[in-house]
């Protein structure tokens, strides 16, 4: 999987963060839902929304690893949000958080695969105090899903992100795969 951890980005206006954004999702190997994630702090005094770290999500279903092409996927028919057991999934949300650090590996993030409960004080040990300033206070923007997992919206807590913004398109698309085939 190749590292989604960019060099900030400046965007004009939020529709050009949700295109940058947008163009991410194919680095995410999940079959059921592309998804891919901004931590984005917008300085409103300058009309400038800077795009700080983007993560997609990574699924590693039994005996396959994070990078793997997947030709299967075990909670392709499920309904959303259960059973994460079947696919050690690393979750958008929480790769965008975990790429403000350059460097830091997938296996490194892998401690914190949406069917972890991880304590705040393991969510928070994996931060310097100058990326949890950097993330305290700015907005999460989600593409390719229509809401944020519980475990997920407690990561951002953790860290100080309350603002998540859906991307109505792509969610709206996704959510209405889900409703077709009665997994929502």
Same mark, same amino acid.
């Given at each position: 999987m190749p590292d989604p951890k960019l060099q900030e980005i400046l965007a004009k206006s939020e529709e050009e963060v949700w295109d940058v954004v947008r163009k991410t999702l194919p680095g995410s190997n999940c079959l059921k839902t592309h998804t891919a994630a901004a931590v984005v702090r917008c300085d409103e005094a300058e009309g400038i929304y800077r795009i700080l770290s983007i993560g997609v999500n990574a699924c590693a279903p039994t005996g396959k690893t994070y990078d793997s092409k997947l030709d299967a996927c075990p909670r392709m028919d499920i309904k959303t949000g259960t059973n994460y057991g079947l696919c050690a999934s690393l979750h958008a949300e929480r790769s965008a958080c975990l790429n403000i650090r350059e460097g830091r590996t997938v296996k490194d993030e892998a401690v914190f695969a949406s069917h972890l409960n991880a304590q705040e004080s393991e969510i928070l040990s994996a931060f310097t105090p100058e990326e949890l300033k950097l993330l305290n206070g700015a907005s999460l923007y989600l593409v390719g899903?229509?809401? /944020? $997992?519980? /475990? $997920? +919206? /407690?990561? @951002?807590?953790? +860290? #100080?992100?309350?603002?998540?913004?859906?991307?109505? @398109?792509? #969610? #709206?698309?996704?959510?209405s795969a889900y409703e077709s085939k009665k997994i929502c």
């Open positions: 899903h229509y809401w /944020s $997992c519980e /475990s $997920c +919206v /407690s990561f @951002l807590k953790t +860290v #100080g992100i309350t603002d998540i913004k859906l991307d109505k @398109l792509t #969610g #709206g698309k996704t959510k």
